[in-house]
């Protein structure tokens, strides 16, 4: 099969018009072509005018903490002044647009809804339609493939949930490409930018990172590799409890644990009801250390999720049915909790908002047996398939 070409790719063997005009680059350290080189040096080599970078949460160099204000630099690569969308801003202001003829966008995103990146892209593209600046994506895979028949909710609740880390109605795992996202919402929230999608090449819906690169390119601190990628939708939820998610380590998204978990009989039960969903994934008993973060210094008992096969595996329904079982077996210790980040300094509601329904926590007060048998109606897309199917690029 023929090398899969990212959008960057492709956009490089090209010459659009606006090639030599004032280019603006939303970009981080993470977007590369498919021989690793950075895109923004790429595009300067190849004769893109490219004179501002815009960086999303983690900054440019990728490496900035969660939740944690970006401010504006100088990237040492170009030479270009870089702007912060995760500092005092979350969308590029009228002057940070004088004298831009076009923005484009290249970030890697991880293929879940509260990752921030996606709505990095969604709040320039009202940008781009407020001062009539055409918009290009270029295009990536979805690293967890784009297997609608994956994609897991619940959808999001627009009325009672919208946050930075999920605007709007979309799933969990959403199983699709930023490039076909924008153009889901730049008709169904009536953005109306000038947008066009530079698409990938040989990339086929049902492929993971897996199967087209063995090199993982960190995303942010907390995504190191692939798996970490693959878990993120379901154990992100751990950011709403008092338990680790095990930033702090080397194995983040991976494990979950906390200095009085039960590790061998949580991984003993979630190993015997694991089945009722695919039995895709094993649990194995495991102590780690945090250096940052919840219980950091702190010896923590925990469980590590081993997923064995990625073409059935279902992140958000294992996450919370590994929640649900933590719950069961700590009843005096286990306890929600908030997440302070820069866009939601108090913390609070922090479930909510990722789930993206209200009140969620009382679907882990039901009982055990019921939860691990129905957890898949709490997770379902509803309608998903059929409102995206009109956006979709790939086959």
Known sequence: ????????????????????????????????????????????????????????????????????????????????????????????????????????????????????????????????????????????????????????????????????????????????????????????????????????????????????????????????????ALLYPGLCFLEATNCSEGRGTAIPFRVAGAPWLLANKTARLFNTLIPTLSGSVHARPVLFTPTEGKYAAMPCAGVMLHVTSTASFMPVAAGWLLIRIIKELHPELFQWATYPTHVNPSGKKHLDLLSGISNSATLFDIPLADFAEDIKTYTTCSDWLLRIQPFLIYQ
Request: glycine residues 6%; contains cysteine; aromatic residues 10%.
């Open 1 to 228: 099969m023929p090398p899969l070409q990212f959008g960057i790719d492709v956009l490089l063997t090209q010459h659009p018009d606006w090639k030599n005009r004032n280019i603006a680059l939303v970009t981080n350290h993470a977007a590369t072509t498919n021989r690793f080189i950075p895109s923004r040096v790429s595009l300067l080599k190849h004769g893109f005018n490219i004179v501002k970078l815009f960086s999303p949460e983690h900054g440019l160099d990728t490496t900035g903490a969660d939740g944690h204000s970006i401010d504006n630099t100088i990237d040492p690569l170009t030479n270009l002044p870089v702007i912060s969308l995760y500092g005092d801003k979350l969308a590029p202001a009228q002057a940070d647009l004088a004298g831009i003829d076009l923005v484009l966008f290249d970030i890697p995103d991880v293929g879940s809804r509260f990752y921030t990146y996606l709505w990095t892209l969604s709040h320039v593209m009202e940008a781009c339609a407020a001062f009539d600046i055409p918009f290009v994506v270029a295009d990536r895979p979805n690293p967890l493939s784009g297997n609608l028949l994956l994609a897991e909710g619940p959808l999001l609740d627009e009325t009672n949930c919208s946050s930075f880390i999920g605007r709007w109605s979309i799933p969990v795992r959403h199983s699709c490409t930023l490039g076909e996202l924008a153009r889901f919402f730049n008709e169904t929230h009536a953005i109306n930018c000038r947008l066009t999608v530079v698409s990938c090449l040989n990339w086929e819906r049902g492929m993971f990172y897996s199967d087209w690169c063995q090199s993982f390119v960190p995303l942010s601190p907390a995504i190191p590799v692939f798996e970490s």
